[in-house]
């Protein structure tokens, strides 16, 4: 029986735009015989679609998809201990799926995938469900990040800016975050995970300027900036509007303070 380690590589694809695809990802992607896709259901299958064009396309012939079905996530824990807690407990049942996939469907000394939206190192669990597989001693892995442009690289070149202004900083920061803290002293925020809309409560303020996208890179792409206070309303119906028609939204978008509406 071999003992060699399963190789498995961690490949950024991108915010939706099959553009976006790096060239050393698509040099790691001729590597993969498998892929692992965990799927979230019916309503989110057009981005498991994308990830089987771009495979098609780059992918080594002969390669395999495997999926399954990402593991169900408590969304209702909402004080800071509770939804740590319901992250965790959430990353160890989807580490126990993809420690199955990789052992049934990877042989030892084979190299295996998985195609994450945006950045690996940005907002995604793929690594920390990696490093408690392999934390566990029951799978030996060789993991390897292939890095790719996340939804902020491309939210900031869709709107033609720069993140950050001279001499300020960029806090990057979940929603919550921002509703419990606040922007945070001489700081633009870059906001993700946003299920609540968070920027409404800056709304009434002047000197609040936001940079918006939802789907970004994908034909479904919607984008608004502006002063705050004018397009807030606007944002909002665009998102009700594009929650109801695909039954999901990923959004994200740049609150940069200090600038006079006019």
Not at 11 to 36: C, N, Q, W, Y
Not at 127 to 156: F, H, N, Q
Request: glycine share 10%; with cysteine.
């Amino acid at each position: 029986m071999s003992t060699d380690p399963r190789r498995v590589l961690v490949i950024g694809i991108g915010a939706g735009d099959p553009d976006h695809l790096t060239l050393a990802a698509v040099k790691a992607m001729r590597r993969a015989s498998v892929f692992f896709v965990l799927g979230k259901g019916e309503e989110k299958s057009s981005l498991t679609d994308l990830r089987r064009r771009m495979l098609d396309e780059h992918a080594s012939p002969g390669y395999r998809l495997v999926e399954a079905e990402d593991p169900w996530r408590d969304r209702e824990r909402g004080d800071r201990a509770g939804y740590a807690a319901a992250v965790h407990d959430w990353r160890s049942r989807r580490a126990d799926v993809c420690e199955r996939l990789i052992r049934e469907e990877l042989p030892p000394g084979a190299t295996g995938a998985f195609l994450v939206w945006g950045d690996p190192a940005l907002y995604d669990s793929t690594l920390a469900v990696l490093d408690e597989i392999g934390g566990r001693g029951s799978v030996a892995l060789e993991v390897e990040v292939v890095p790719g442009v996340s939804s902020v690289s491309a939210l900031a070149a869709r709107h033609r800016i720069t993140l950050n202004r001279v001499g300020r900083p960029v806090r990057l920061t979940p929603a919550r975050r921002l509703a419990e803290e606040g922007p945070g002293e001489d700081a633009d925020v870059v906001v993700m995970l946003d299920a609540r809309e968070g920027f409404a409560r800056y709304a009434d303020r002047d000197d609040v300027h936001i940079y918006w996208g939802a789907y970004v890179g994908t034909p479904d792409e919607i984008l608004v900036s502006g002063p705050l206070r004018e397009v807030a309303g606007r944002i909002a119906s665009l998102r009700a509007e594009a929650r109801a028609r695909h039954g999901w939204i990923m959004d994200t978008y740049l609150l940069r303070f200090g600038e006079q509406a006019d």
